[in-house]
């Protein structure tokens, strides 16, 4: 069946460094790669998503390039902030769908925890 | 735009029991959605209410039921309550159709089974 493997964590970095947070997936078909990101005491919120190959991900200074080649959706920023500490989770659908609004596969999600 | 919203936002329960949780949909929107996210785990898809009709469901047995109202307001049944069923429980709602939306995600309702 369809699987999300996510980088374990927590991560802790320290304000400005570069975040990455490795994403890989099992599917079959054609399926719809997002980061999802929790705040403490909040709902999940979409943060980017890509629909097919090559297609790449932004939003908020994050970034996500759907690799089909390597069947992975890693999460990159370049400077990160305090704010940017949260839970990320990794989801597909498994067909093309611009909102995922069908049935979402998780990985496990990454804790991510910034120090002034 | 009024969001997700979900009540209660806590609850204890005893193995056995029954529960009933409940959903409002964000404006405008006519699908809903539930997950159960364990602690340390990812959300698991439970099923999806699609006008009133359950338009897919994950992995889980019969005793989880839910109804979608004409308002598009949702509920999630579990009977017969077992210790492994204490989690989040998200509810998730979107536009399907013309004009499509992602999922809103609601806070959530945190069920205690002991």
């Known amino acids: 069946g369809d699987s999300v493997t996510q980088m374990e964590g927590p991560v802790t970095l320290s304000e400005e460094a570069f975040l990455t947070i490795n994403c890989t997936y099992t599917?079959?078909?054609?399926?719809?790669l997002f980061w999802y990101v929790q705040y403490p005491g909040e709902g999940l919120q979409l943060l980017l998503k890509a629909t097919k190959a090559d297609d790449k991900g932004s939003n908020k200074g994050f970034e996500a390039t759907y690799r089909k080649e390597t069947t992975s959706f890693h999460l990159e920023k370049g400077s990160v902030q305090v704010s940017d500490s949260a839970v990320y989770f990794c989801?597909?659908?498994?067909?093309?769908?611009?909102?995922?609004?069908?049935?979402?596969?998780f990985g496990t999600g990454t804790r991510l925890t910034i120090i002034p | 735009e009024t969001g997700v919203t979900q009540s209660p936002t806590h609850l204890i329960k005893t193995r056995g029991q029954q529960v009933t949780l409940r959903c409002s949909s964000q404006?405008?929107?006519?699908?809903v959605s539930w997950y159960q996210q364990a602690l340390g785990q990812g959300p698991q898809f439970i099923f999806q209410?699609?006008?009133?009709?359950?338009?897919g469901r994950g992995n889980f047995p019969p005793r989880f039921s839910g109804l979608q109202f004409p308002n598009y307001s949702s509920e999630l049944n579990v009977n017969a309550l077992e210790l492994d069923d204490s989690a989040l429980y998200l509810c998730?709602?979107?536009?399907?159709?013309?004009?499509?939306?992602?999922?809103?995600f609601g806070n959530g309702t945190r069920l205690t089974v002991t």
């Open positions: 404006s405008g929107h006519n699908t």
């Open positions: 989801a597909l659908t498994r067909t093309r769908s611009n909102f995922g609004n069908e049935k979402l596969t």
């Open positions: 599917a079959t078909g054609y399926p719809s």
């Open positions: 998730a709602s979107s536009l399907r159709g013309v004009g499509s939306s992602p999922l809103h």
């Open positions: 209410y699609y006008r009133e009709e359950e338009n």
